[in-house]
């Protein structure tokens, strides 16, 4: 049997958020000839946003005078999508802000416009609301992170869209992705007892689930639904819109044609999907599971920064600090490593005094000149504090290791006891969990908290403005007494890796604390250092 179902595709504008909403004409061009062949009913062209500090391409405004640009083909329903909190927060008041972004509908190549909204923002929408619909707009509106409300809150957000009389289409997103058949179901059931107009579902693959859910949607009495090229989308992306149309063909439940999509799914998407790497994985299905916002995952992903071990520990801490709502300050935190700036049980004060102390590094300098550094330390016996588990010289060489980073320690906790020198660990500050498996390795509490942009240096612990290792055992070498700092396998990154700023940013703090040692680099470095080399006679 039909049913009167409608099929909107958001590619341009959920899609956006890997790429900064920049789309080639050559790409734009393909997709909307490929959407109108397949018989697709509404593309969402992109979001209006208001003017941000920072470049985003067109489909972050998708203003009229760029969509008249475009080659847009007959017969679709044309949309954008603009968020309530540049709506609420606007100044002169949401009506103004709608004012700003829109011009009558009569004028515009758009006729529909959403409104995503977090449930804290549903009240202060009304006027926008009204506004579009008297400019003459369709106007739909999004419930956000409906996964995390009960079905109370639910039907008292659907009752009070209806109460304004203004909105077509009321959805509900799976924002996080992690939403169950049976939730899914409930949710419509709730909107549809109390809003009693259209109900649409905007489902997020985390899990797996997206396609799904989206025929669950559509079964329980939703007839609106969200779907993108080859799922492109936030995060681990979208229930995609070749498959849903496909399964909605094979049920029979209204006609399209779904090989109008086939050239740009096996093409020009499927070259986008190879370099934004979008799509389901276990990182976002962990992070679903934990109600954290998929974009922490997408950009430690695209991140040369995090490995594997920074993106558990970060999703550690995000569970800690619920992080179901996406900040960069959050992300920064969670980064960092959850600190509480306990204070070591050793005291590093003149462990070291007098000497010069070598730190080893991971860059591949250290093993490249291997046997110039081994000679280096028996002929001038420095103190040498290896940052990497597996050194390129004899452990008979080595005086200590170093650890800070809580999930770097855990994963490689089985590893400590093959050493036969100590390691600097901050026993004081870590999980139980953790101390456990370090009982029996020989180690040396120093503490560290970490503090932006500071560096204080103690006799057992230490405040770093970054949680690095190589921050640490600045700071270990400092309170020991050292005379000068050398380095070895500071490589460094080239100009465009984060992890290259964060290197300089605590070379940086560095230097200004009082009594801050030499450091020279004695192999290649690209860091702000002084530079000798491990061959020269008197380095």
Not at 12 to 17: E, F, K, V
Not at 70 to 75: A, D, E, N, T
Not at 95 to 107: I, K, N, R
Request: aromatic residues 8%; proline residues 4%; charged residues 20%.
């Amino acid at each position: 049997m039909q049913k009167d179902i409608t099929v909107l595709d958001c590619t341009l504008r959920d899609g956006g958020y890997y790429n900064n909403w920049d789309f080639s004409p050559e790409i734009v061009d393909a997709y909307l000839r490929a959407l109108s062949s397949t018989g697709v009913d509404v593309v969402e062209v992109g979001f209006r946003f208001m003017p941000k500090d920072q470049f985003l391409g067109p489909f972050a405004y998708t203003t009229d005078e760029f969509l008249a640009e475009l080659r847009l083909p007959q017969g679709i329903i044309y949309g954008v999508m603009v968020n309530a909190s540049d709506l609420v927060k606007y100044t002169d008041g949401p009506a103004s802000a709608v004012d700003q972004l829109f011009g009558p509908a009569s004028e515009s190549p758009i006729s529909l416009v959403r409104i995503a909204a977090h449930f804290s923002e549903i009240e202060a929408c009304k006027e926008a609301v009204s506004r579009l619909k008297n400019l003459g707009y369709r106007v739909g509106f999004n419930l956000m992170q409906a996964g995390r409300q009960s079905s109370e809150n639910i039907a008292k957000a659907a009752r009070m869209v209806k109460s304004w009389g203004a909105v077509e289409v009321l959805y509900f997103a799976d924002s996080l992705g992690n939403m169950s058949a049976a939730q899914i179901s409930s949710c419509v059931k709730s909107l549809a007892d109390n809003w009693g107009g259209a109900v649409g579902l905007h489902a997020h693959d985390n899990i797996g689930l997206a396609l799904n859910n989206t025929v669950v949607a559509l079964d329980s009495g939703a007839t609106w639904v969200d779907a993108t090229i080859l799922g492109m989308g936030r995060g681990a992306g979208n229930a995609r819109t070749e498959f849903l149309l496909c399964e909605l063909v094979r049920r029979g439940l209204k006609q399209y044609d779904p090989d109008g999509v086939l050239s740009l799914v096996m093409g020009e998407f499927k070259a986008l999907q190879k370099r934004y790497d979008w799509g389901s994985n276990l990182l976002y299905y962990m992070s679903a599971i934990d109600d954290i916002h998929p974009t922490y995952v997408q950009m430690m992903q695209s991140d040369q920064r995090y490995d594997l071990s920074d993106v558990l520990g970060a999703l550690k801490a995000l569970k800690e600090m619920e992080g179901h709502s996406f900040s960069l300050d959050s992300l920064g935190r969670a980064m960092n490593g959850k600190t509480e700036g306990v204070k070591g049980a050793w005291s590093a004060e003149n462990w070291l005094q007098g000497k010069d102390v070598l730190l080893l590094g991971a860059g591949p300098s250290g093993a490249q000149h291997r046997d110039a550094l081994i000679k280096y330390i028996e002929n001038h016996e420095p103190a040498v504090i290896s940052l990497n588990t597996t050194p390129p010289i004899p452990h008979a060489l080595i005086t200590a290791f170093a650890a800070c980073h809580p999930t770097r320690i855990l994963m490689d906790a089985s590893h400590y006891s093959e050493l036969t020198k100590p390691i600097i660990i901050p026993t004081s500050s870590l999980p139980g969990s953790v101390r456990e498996k370090l009982k029996d390795v020989e180690h040396l509490d120093y503490g560290v908290s970490v503090a932006q942009g500071k560096f204080n240096i103690e006799s057992n612990t230490c405040e770093v403005p970054i949680l690095l290792v190589a921050a640490y055992a600045l700071a270990v070498a400092t309170s020991a007494g050292a005379n000068r700092i050398l380095l070895a396998g500071f490589d460094g990154f080239n100009g465009a890796d984060l992890r290259q700023s964060e290197m300089v940013e605590v070379f940086e703090a560095y230097y200004k604390v009082p009594g801050a040692l030499p450091i020279i680099a004695l192999t290649p470095t690209s860091y702000p250092v002084q530079c000798s080399s491990v061959y020269a006679p008197n380095a």
